[in-house]
C-alpha cells in the first residue's frame, strides 16, 4: 500500500505499530473528518499478515468511552476522548493502555491482540511516585526480555516508571524517573521533549521515539538501560514544510527483515484530521538511524505511473495547497493557486527507450479560471517534461511529455501564464482541484 496505508477514508493517528504472532498491528487514536477535537471516544485496531502489506483489515472497535447502540461504554469513569493508546501482550494477555485527557487514563485487557479489549483499572500509583500529575499523556510501554515492565509518558516534560508485571496496573514504589529525556531550556528546540514517548528494544540498546517540541518530527534517544539515562540522537523523519505541518507520534516496527517508522499527516487543512503512513528506515550497527524523507511509497518499492495515482498521496504540498475529503468517495488536492507545488516520490517508468513521448492525464475540477502545470521530474526544479494548459471547467486535460525511464519523482507546479492588469487577480485565487492523473503510451 502506498501511502497513506490504510483505506483512504480512514483517520487513524499516533500509530503505535506492533508484531503479534503472523500479523503486524496498529493501534492508534481515531479522528474524525471536520470534527473541531482531537480524536474519538472510540478505538479502533487494524492489522495486516506479515506476507501481505497491502491487506489491511479493521478489526472494529475496540474500546469506548460512551454507550453505542450496540456496546456500552467501557469505562466506568469517564465519556471522555481517547487518545494515543499502545499495547503490549504479556503472560498471553494483551494490555491496551490509553490517554484520556481530563480525566484517568486505564489500562484493558483482551485475550486477541485485536480486542475487543476489557476495562482493568486506571492506573494506580502514589502521588510521589507518578510524574505529569499522574496524567500517563501518551503512555508507551516496554515489556523486557526478563519480563520487567516500563512506561515512559509526559507533556513537555518526560517521565518514566516501572509497572508491576503482575498486575501491568500498578507502579513500583520509588520507580519515578524524571527528565528521562534531557529537557534543558538551553538544548536545541529540536531536540527538546514535547510528547508522544514510544519505547523500544532493539539489537540490546534501549530507545525512546518522541515527538519534539518543533512537532513535525520524530526525534529518538537511546540508552544502555531501561531507565537512562537517554542521549539524544537525531530524528527519524520530518514533515517539514513540504507538507501540512502539525504535530507527529509515531514508531519503530521489525517487518520481516526490514525496520519502518510509523507515522501520519495532516489533511483536510486541520491538525484534527490526520492519516497514518509509514517509511522505510535503516537502523545501523551502532544503534544510529539516518533520516528518511516522506514519500508517497508506504509499503511499496516504486509507484506504477500507468496506473491511475489518486492526487491525495502527494508527499509535497506546498503553497497552502492541501488534501481534502469531499465525501466518503472523494479526496482531492485543493486550493491549488498560483506558486503551487505537488510532488510524488518515487515512480518507477520503466526501460522504454523506443518512444519519444508519453501522454499525462489529469482529472481536474475547474474553477472557471486556467493556469499551466508544468510536470518536473526528480525536483521541483529539475527538468520539465511537458506543460499542460488547464482550463476552467471539469475535465480530463492531457499533455504529451518527454518519454523518461527508470526511477523518479514527479513533481507538478502551478502558474498563471497571463499578464498584465488581470494577473493578480488570477494569481491569489484557487485555480482547480486535482484528483487523479496517469500517464499512458
Known amino acids: 500500500m502506498p501511502n497513506p496505508i490504510l483505506p483512504l477514508w480512514e483517520y487513524i493517528p499516533d500509530g503505535e505499530p506492533r508484531v503479534f504472532g503472523d500479523r503486524v498491528y496498529l493501534y492508534g487514536s481515531h479522528d474524525r473528518v471536520g470534527h473541531h477535537e482531537f480524536c474519538d471516544y ?4 487494524w492489522s495486516a499478515p506479515l506476507s ?4 489491511w483489515q479493521c478489526h472494529g472497535t475496540s474500546f469506548q468511552t460512551r454507550d453505542t447502540r450496540n456496546h456500552p461504554a467501557d469505562t466506568p469513569h469517564t465519556d471522555r476522548e481517547l487518545y494515543a493508546p499502545d499495547c503490549v501482550e504479556k503472560d498471553g494477555k494483551y494490555y491496551l493502555y490509553t490517554y484520556i485527557v481530563g480525566s484517568k487514563g486505564c489500562i484493558s485487557v483482551s485475550d486477541k491482540p485485536e480486542g475487543p479489549f476489557k476495562f482493568l483499572s486506571t492506573y494506580q500509583y502514589a502521588p510521589e511516585d507518578a510524574g505529569d500529575d499522574g496524567i500517563y499523556n501518551d503512555i508507551g510501554v516496554l515489556v523486557d526480555d526478563d519480563g520487567r515492565v516500563y512506561c515512559f509518558y509526559g507533556f513537555e516534560g518526560s517521565f518514566m516508571n516501572e509497572l508491576d508485571g503482575k498486575d501491568m496496573v500498578s ?9 528521562v529525556i534531557d529537557d534543558d531550556p538551553n538544548l536545541p528546540i529540536e531536540q527538546r521533549f514535547f510528547e508522544a514517548s514510544s ?4 539489537n540490546g540498546l534501549y530507545y525512546v521515539i518522541y515527538s519534539p517540541r518543533k512537532g513535525s518530527r520524530l526525534a529518538y534517544a537511546t540508552s544502555e538501560n531501561p531507565t537512562g ?4 540522537r ?4 520530518d514533515n517539514g514544510v513540504d507538507f501540512p505541518a502539525g504535530n507527529n507520534h509515531g514508531s519503530l516496527c521489525k517487518i520481516g527483515d526490514q525496520w519502518y517508522v510509523f507515522y501520519h499527516r495532516m489533511t483536510n487543512n486541520s491538525i484534527m484530521s490526520r492519516r497514518a503512513c509509514v517509511e522505510k528506515v535503516e537502523i545501523l550497527p551502532d544503534g544510529t538511524i539516518p533520516p528518511v524523507e516522506m514519500t508517497s511509497l508506504g509499503f511499496e518499492e516504486s509507484l506504477n505511473p500507468y496506473k491511475i495515482t489518486p492526487a491525495e498521496i502527494a508527499c509535497v504540498l506546498k503553497g497552502d495547497c492541501f488534501v481534502t475529503e469531499k465525501d466518503a468517495f472523494t479526496r482531492v488536492v485543493t486550493n491549488i493557486r498560483h506558486g503551487a507545488v ?3 516520490k518515487y515512480f518507477d517508468f520503466g526501460e522504454d527507450y523506443g518512444s519519444s513521448f508519453m501522454t499525462l492525464a489529469l482529472q481536474v475540477k475547474g474553477m472557471g479560471a486556467f493556469c499551466d502545470v508544468h510536470v518536473h521530474i526528480d525536483s521541483e526544479d ?3 517534461i511537458g506543460c499542460v494548459r488547464i482550463g476552467g471547467g471539469d475535465q480530463v486535460y492531457k499533455v504529451n511529455c518527454k518519454n523518461v525511464t527508470g526511477r523518479h519523482a514527479l513533481f507538478l507546479t502551478v502558474d498563471v501564464p497571463i499578464q498584465g492588469w488581470t494577473r493578480g487577480y488570477f494569481a491569489d485565487k484557487a485555480l482547480f482541484e486535482l484528483e487523479n492523473f496517469t500517464f499512458f503510451k
Not at 472510540?42 to 485496531?45: F, N
Not at 501481505?52 to 491487506?55: P, Q, R, T, Y
Open 342 to 344: 505537488l510532488g510524488y
Open 382 to 384: 529539475g527538468p520539465e
Open 199 to 202: 519505547p523500544r528494544k532493539i
Open 234 to 237: 537525531g530524528y527519524i523523519i
Open 229 to 232: 539515562p537517554y542521549t539524544y
Open 171 to 179: 507502579v513500583l514504589p520509588g520507580s519515578l524517573k524524571r527528565h
Open 42 to 45: 472510540k478505538l479502533k485496531v
Open 52 to 55: 501481505d502489506l497491502n491487506s
